[in-house]
């Protein structure tokens, strides 16, 4: 079984546009995973039935037993976070700024400060209109911790597809360098890099590169509306070139993306558009290539 991971440097350039599309390249080959957690959105094109769902927890809260509590303050003078208010004569603990460290409780001399554990967010296995299956959540509101959602979506998708001899994953990863893209990167077969040729598609793209070379995966890059600015892509075309990264596809402007997704299908199921055969070609050289690993 392999595992795809297409992410991008930044937000915009078309990444989980193009997940969706070999979603449906794959059909019931691929368990799709989306790790988006933060913004995710491949719900929209792949219909999800949510069939089986479950709360994540990670990380703590403290909270504040106001029947024992003798509002001596000390809590809220200790916390270096400010996450304790004087509201209304009670000592109250605001969720989002509370980082559960505990020390309110360790400190409280009464032991009126509990920690519980922590609800982040949800993630859900349903069946889509692929034929296979779908890994996603939804992190909750302002809720920390979106790594270990990834990482959960992901080991989730891992053994389904291995439990149904599936053979690929497929993981819309997060755009930027942060944690979510480190735990999507970790125990990829291959990864795809989509940029577009843009100042700040270039930049993030060598900045997202330099973290998959920590991994020593091997990567190729798609480039969007490659026909938008000549110059900024023969700089993207040229550091490809000095990294040896694989030159998947360049795609050109096409408005059948978006038109597409007005109608809730992927550009590979739109109308005949030179999109489509583009996108379908990669789908067979990616293949090839982590066949051939």
């Keep these: 079984m392999k595992e795809i991971v297409i992410i991008s440097g930044k937000g915009g350039t078309g990444k989980t546009s193009v997940t969706a599309s070999f979603a449906v390249l794959a059909k019931k080959s691929a368990v799709i995973a989306d790790c988006d957690v933060d913004a995710a959105d491949m719900h929209i094109l792949m219909q999800p039935d949510y069939y089986k769902s479950e709360e994540f927890f990670s990380g703590e809260l403290a909270v504040i037993q106001q029947e024992d509590c003798i509002q001596c303050g000390e809590c809220k003078e200790v916390c270096r976070f400010d996450a304790i208010d004087l509201i209304n004569g009670k000592y109250v603990?605001?969720?989002?700024?509370?980082?559960?460290?505990?020390?309110?409780?360790?400190?409280?001399?009464?032991?009126?400060?509990?920690?519980?554990?922590?609800?982040?967010?949800?993630?859900?296995?349903?069946?889509?209109?692929?034929?296979?299956?779908?890994?996603?959540?939804k992190l909750?509101?302002?809720?920390?911790?979106?790594?270990?959602?990834?990482?959960?979506?992901?080991?989730?998708?891992?053994?389904?597809?291995?439990?149904?001899?599936?053979?690929?994953?497929?993981?819309?990863?997060?755009?930027?360098?942060?944690?979510p893209v480190v735990s999507s990167l970790s125990g990829a077969s291959y990864v795809v890099l989509v940029t577009e040729p843009t100042v700040s598609g270039l930049h993030d793209l060598k900045r997202v590169y330099e973290l998959?070379?920590?991994?020593?995966?091997?990567?190729?890059?798609?480039?969007?509306?490659?026909?938008?600015?000549?110059?900024?892509?023969e700089k993207i075309d040229d550091f490809l070139e000095s990294e040896k990264i694989d030159k998947l596809a360049n795609l050109p402007y096409n408005k059948a993306f978006t038109e597409a997704m007005t109608e809730g299908l992927t550009v590979v199921e739109y109308k005949n558009n030179e999109i489509k055969s583009v996108l379908k070609n990669t789908w067979n050289k990616i293949i090839k290539i982590i066949n051939e690993k």
């Design 93 to 137: 603990v605001n969720p989002l700024s509370c980082e559960g460290c505990g020390y309110c409780s360790k400190i409280c001399p009464t032991h009126t400060i509990l920690n519980i554990d922590l609800n982040v967010g949800n993630w859900y296995i349903s069946n889509i209109r692929t034929g296979s299956k779908m890994v996603h959540a």
């Design 140 to 179: 909750a509101i302002g809720a920390d911790n979106s790594g270990k959602l990834v990482a959960q979506v992901k080991n989730k998708a891992k053994e389904l597809a291995e439990q149904e001899n599936k053979e690929f994953v497929i993981v819309d990863g997060s755009p930027g360098v942060g944690c």
């Design 212 to 233: 998959v070379k920590k991994f020593n995966i091997k990567a190729g890059c798609i480039i969007n509306k490659h026909d938008l600015n000549k110059e900024v892509f």
